[in-house]
């Protein structure tokens, strides 16, 4: 599984600089963030989110950069090249959504439903 985040990392960067490169930076950040987006959706909602925790590079047992934190980094460097501040908030506007929907939150809240967000996210311990 490690070896398939590094190709899709490789995949997703070399994709967004030969967009760039022979297209504008808008349509490679745009295109980017659509097929990240996409990986993000599948991943949380199908796969458990086993994919994007794949790490990268690992130093010890527990200090590391992990697939989604890679992706992350990428893209908001490549939406602050490309847009400034807004490109950044874009990509957090992005993942935000995409966790809301993947946790069940994103129709409760759109109908108004705040104490979803309580039963969904518990903070400290409990019995």
Same mark, same amino acid.
């Not at 997703?12 to 967009?19: R, V």
């Not at 987006?37 to 130093?59: C, E, H, K, Y």
């Not at 992706?71 to 807004?86: A, D, E, K």
């Given at each position: 599984?490690?070896?398939?985040?590094?190709?899709?990392?490789?995949?997703?960067?070399?994709?967004?600089?030969?967009?760039?490169?022979?297209?504008?930076?808008?349509?490679?950040?745009?295109?980017?963030?659509?097929?990240?987006?996409?990986?993000?959706?599948?991943?949380?909602?199908?796969?458990?989110?086993?994919?994007?925790?794949?790490?990268?590079?690992?130093? !010890?047992?527990?200090?590391?950069?992990?697939?989604?934190?890679?992706?992350?980094?990428?893209?908001?460097?490549?939406?602050?090249?490309?847009? !400034?501040?807004? !490109?950044?908030?874009?990509?957090?506007?992005?993942?935000?959504?995409?966790?809301?929907?993947?946790?069940?939150?994103?129709?409760?809240?759109?109908?108004?439903?705040?104490?979803?967000?309580?039963?969904?996210?518990?903070?400290?311990?409990?019995?």
């Amino acid at each position: 599984m490690g070896l398939l985040a590094i190709i899709f990392l490789v995949f997703i960067i070399t994709f967004a600089l030969a967009t760039m490169w022979y297209s504008s930076g808008e349509a490679a950040f745009f295109l980017t963030l659509g097929i990240v987006g996409l990986v993000f959706f599948w991943d949380l909602s199908s796969n458990g989110g086993q994919f994007l925790a794949t790490p990268i590079i690992m130093i !010890g047992d527990w200090l590391g950069i992990r697939l989604w934190t890679a992706l992350f980094l990428f893209l908001t460097t490549l939406g602050g090249y490309v847009f !400034g501040n807004w !490109g950044k908030a874009i990509v957090f506007l992005v993942l935000a959504l995409i966790i809301l929907y993947a946790l069940g939150l994103l129709g409760p809240i759109a109908s108004g439903d705040l104490s979803a967000i309580k039963q969904a996210v518990q903070v400290g311990g409990g019995g």
